[in-house]
C-alpha cells in the first residue's frame, strides 16, 4: 500500500468515526448518482453497473465497467466523496479491494476455453490450473518450483501460458523460442532462447498479452482457477492447495 492510498483511507476512516452510526445504516447513492458525480469529478463518463455497501460501514462500493473490464471506487453515503484507493483488512493483510476486482472479472467458461487455444504447453496430472509466467519474472521462479512440487506429487496438471513483461528486455523472444522450439518447462526454468521466432509463436504470444490484459491481468505470476477465479502473486504451496480444494 502505497503513501498516498494510506492518506486517503485515514481521511476516509476518519470521516466514518467523526459520522458514528449515523452513516452505519445509511443507504448508498443510486448508481446514476455515483455516474453523476464521477463525471463531475474527472470530467469523464464511467458507466456504474451497481452499488453495495463496502465491508467498512459508512463507504460504499462501485462496480464500475472500464471497457471488457470491471472495478471498484468508494463513496460515502451521500455521494459527497471518491474515494480511489484499496482497502486491506488487517487482521489477515487481505486486500479486499482486489479480491472483489478478481471476483467481478472471473474468467467464463468460454474464455477459459479461449485460454486452452492459448496454452504453451502443459505439464502434470490431477486438477487443472492455468499459470501465467515470464521466464525472466524472479516471483515466477518460486512459485514454478512449488508448482512442480504438486506436479511430482502427482496433484495438479499445470497448463502455462507465456505472457512476457515490456520492462523484461528479451522476455517475448525467449517466449516465442520456447514454444516455437517445444521446449516446454524445462525450456522455461533455464530461459532458453534461439534464433528461432516463428510467426506461430509470436502470434500466440501476442494473443496471450493481448487477451489476458483484456481481463485486467499485467503481471506475473497469476494463476487461473478452472472455476474463473485467478490471483496474481505468489502462493505459498499450502494456500495454493487450499484454492484447488486439495487441503
Same mark, same amino acid.
Given at each position: 500500500? =502505497? ?10 476512516? @476518519? ?49 464500475? @465497467? ?50 486452452? =487455444? ?130
Amino acid at each position: 500500500m =502505497n503513501f498516498r492510498s494510506i492518506v486517503i483511507w485515514s481521511v476516509v476512516l @476518519s470521516f466514518v468515526l467523526m459520522t458514528g452510526t449515523s452513516m452505519a445504516g445509511a443507504n448508498c447513492p443510486s448508481a446514476e448518482k455515483v455516474s453523476e458525480i464521477i463525471q463531475k469529478t474527472f470530467n469523464r463518463s464511467i458507466k456504474v453497473d451497481k452499488v453495495n455497501e463496502s465491508v467498512v460501514k459508512g463507504v460504499c462500493e462501485a462496480t464500475v @465497467s472500464l471497457g471488457a473490464q470491471k472495478r471498484v471506487i468508494y463513496t460515502d453515503s451521500k455521494g459527497k466523496y471518491i474515494i480511489n484507493g484499496q482497502i486491506f483488512r488487517v487482521a489477515d493483510r487481505t486486500n479486499v479491494t482486489r479480491e472483489t476486482i478478481q471476483e467481478l472479472n472471473r474468467f467464463t467458461p468460454a474464455q477459459l476455453k479461449t485460454l486452452d =487455444n492459448l496454452v504453451a504447453f502443459e505439464k502434470g496430472t490431477g486438477k487443472t490450473l492455468y499459470f501465467v509466467t515470464d521466464p525472466m519474472c524472479p516471483y515466477c521462479k518460486k512459485a514454478e518450483k512449488v508448482l512442480e512440487q504438486l506436479i511430482d506429487e502427482g496433484k495438479v496438471k499445470v497448463k502455462f501460458l507465456l505472457f512476457p513483461l515490456r520492462f523484461h528486455r528479451g522476455a517475448k523472444e525467449q517466449c516465442i523460442s520456447i514454444i516455437c522450439d517445444k521446449k516446454g518447462l524445462e525450456g522455461l526454468k533455464s530461459q532458453y532462447r534461439s534464433n528461432n521466432q516463428c510467426e506461430a509463436g509470436k502470434k500466440q504470444v501476442e494473443d496471450t498479452v493481448k487477451f489476458l490484459q483484456q481481463k485486467g491481468i499485467t503481471g506475473t505470476p497469476t494463476y487461473i482457477f478452472t472455476d474463473g477465479r485467478y490471483h496474481s502473486g505468489v502462493l505459498q504451496k499450502d494456500i495454493l492447495l487450499k484454492k484447488l480444494g486439495l487441503n
